[in-house]
Each structure stands twice: as C-alpha cells, then as structure tokens.
C-alpha cells in the first residue's frame, strides 16, 4: 500500500501531502490515524517548526470523508459511528487547530466536507485559484461532524455558514477569501511557494513566541474574554523567562538582529 500521507522536509517546515489521488484524497480512517502520527512525530521533532498540508494530484485537497468506509460504519448504529467516524475526525481537526507549531493549508483543489473541515481548522491557508470547496454533508443526511458546524460559524459568521450549511453548494476560492476561511489566493503553480513564503515569514520570529500566540488565540478565541485575557496573561508569563524573549528585547534595544534558540 503506497503511503496515505507523505511527508517531506522543506529547511524547518514538514509538507505533509494527503496521498489517495484516485480517491480524490478522500480522508478514510487510515488516512486520519496517519495524519495524526505523523503531526505527533513532528510535534516533538525540535528541527521542524511549521507544517503545510495539501493534497496529492491535480483535482483535489480532500473530497473529504471517505463516504464508502463510513457508510458502512453508520450500519453498525450511533455509539459505533460516533466512536469510529467522529470522534476520530474531530480529534484530528482539533489536533491541528491546537497544534503548538503554525500549520498553513495549501489548498490545491477541491475540498469538500472532512478537506474543508481542516481548512476551518488550520491556522493559515493559501489557496489555488483552482480550489472550490463545499460542506455538501447534508447531500447525504448528516450534519458536518470533524468540527464543520461548530468552527465555520465562528470564522465566517451564522448566517454566512448557514447558507452554505443548508445548501451544500459550491463555493469558489474568491468566496472563501470573503468568508476569513483563506487567506489568499495565488496562480495555482504558484500555491507551494506561497505557502512556504508564508511559513519563512513566520519562522523569522521566535518560535516559542509563534506557539505562545497560537495557544492565546486558539483557546481564548474559545473562551468568555475574561477568561481570554488570563489565557492571554498566562501566556505572557511564560514567555518572559526565555531565552527567546531577553534576546528580542536586546536585539531590539541594540538595533540588531535577534538570534533565537532552535534556528
Ligand atoms: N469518499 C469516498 N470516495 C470518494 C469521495 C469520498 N468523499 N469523493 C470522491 N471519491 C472517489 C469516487 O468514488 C471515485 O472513485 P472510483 O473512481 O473508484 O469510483 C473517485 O473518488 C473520483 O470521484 P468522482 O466522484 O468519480 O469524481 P467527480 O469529478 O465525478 O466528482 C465530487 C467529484 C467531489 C463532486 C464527488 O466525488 C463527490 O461528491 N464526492 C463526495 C463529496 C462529499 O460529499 N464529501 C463529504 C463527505 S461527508
């Protein structure tokens, strides 16, 4: 069997691609346990400091769930498709979305359910001109469930994600820009170098400083603002012993370069 997700290694960025082209890289259970491996490999490896994800092909990101693999779950009832199929996606969807490190979406096609899910997810994402995305769960009875009902609303407002909710139409890569759910879009030759541009504007600055900001972010975007703030102080806080944070400063003061730990 040929790898689900490969992997390879860019200077200090993983490019993680999903890798069943045939299947439009239709997220089946091996393929997410894969992800998640290898977002846990890379999690500890102090060398790598951000991830790309995109997809294998020239059709797609991800048609998303793999609904053969999945319909055939949902005939073994509700506690064994919640545990199989949802826990699952939205355990990975939530691994990204927490992941200490920046990790940037290259939206290379279609992405389609679970493919836009993760796009929601992601801290960044950079789309071909070719991308088109849809939530089309409801074509075949379900609510999204990786997460799909919960982060859309929130990044592009209830009614916004309540159209393309009920609707499951189609949406094109413009749309997607108006909506907050990517950041730009570029000539699709153009989509890797974009998002490892990116990825090297980020990795100027301080990656503990990087992971600090995307935890403040991610769990106080989460949280009533008081509680925000404390996220936000807290996160301060654990800055301010580092190494990282005393060479910024000096750096600055001294009109120089910083020169950060793990670079
Ligand atoms: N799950 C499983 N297999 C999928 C898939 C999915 N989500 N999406 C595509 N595939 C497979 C097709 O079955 C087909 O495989 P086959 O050649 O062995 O039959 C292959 O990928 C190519 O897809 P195909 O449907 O032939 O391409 P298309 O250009 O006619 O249509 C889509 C493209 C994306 C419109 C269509 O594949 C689709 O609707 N996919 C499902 C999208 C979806 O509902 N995702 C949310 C799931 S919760």
Redesign the pocket.
Known sequence: MSELVLCETRGAVAVLTLNRP???N?LNYALVDRLKELLDTIESAADIRAVILTGAGDRAFS??????E?SETVRQGPDAAVRAFVRRGQSMTARIESFPKPVIVAVNG?A???GCEITEAAHLAVASEKASFAK??I??G?PPTFGGTQRLPRLAGRKRALELLLTGDRFSAERAYEIGLVNRIVAHDDLLPSALELAGRILRHSSLAASRILTAVTRGLNAPIAEGLEIESEQFARMVPTHDMREALDAWLARRQPHYEGR
Not at 63 to 68: E, L, N, R, V, Y
């Open positions: 045939e299947k439009l239709a048609a998303g769930a793999d609904i053969t999945f279609i389609f359910g679970g089309p769960e074509n075949i379900i």
